[in-house]
């Protein structure tokens, strides 16, 4: 199995920029998809954008599209969320996770988490 540790969030104004990383260990990390998501208050977790394991193939939540880039350092164990044009409605707590077969969207198909980490985006 893998551990995964989410860090880089923060408060940032509308507009800003973050990038959140996601640092692996355990099994070789590079066995593994991995995928953003996001949980704002009182809603539901939400994809936001996974990688294969390669770092090859993509995929972004609509609502991130063109603004986010996630991307991983199989080198370093470590997976990023680079977050650009922040708006207010991204504020929430985001979240790593891997699953050891292909790169998916949803929630349910990944079975290892990290504790997530603050963004909190102000107006």
């Known amino acids: 199995q893998v551990q995964l540790v989410e860090s880089g969030g923060g408060l940032v104004q509308a507009g800003g920029s973050l990038r959140l990383s996601c640092a692996a260990s355990g099994r070789t990390f590079s066995s593994y998809a991995a995928g953003w998501f996001r949980q704002a208050p009182g809603k539901e977790r939400e994809f936001v954008a996974a990688?294969?394991?390669?770092?090859?193939?993509?995929m972004y939540g609509d609502s991130v599209k063109g603004r986010f880039t996630i991307s991983r350092d199989n080198a370093k164990d470590t997976v990023y969320l680079q977050m650009d044009s922040l708006k207010p409605e991204d504020t929430g707590v985001y979240y790593c996770a891997a699953r050891g077969f292909g790169l998916a969207t949803s929630q349910t198909a990944f079975g290892f988490w990290g504790q997530g980490t603050q963004v909190t985006i102000s107006s």
């Open positions: 990688i294969n394991r390669n770092g090859g193939t993509v």
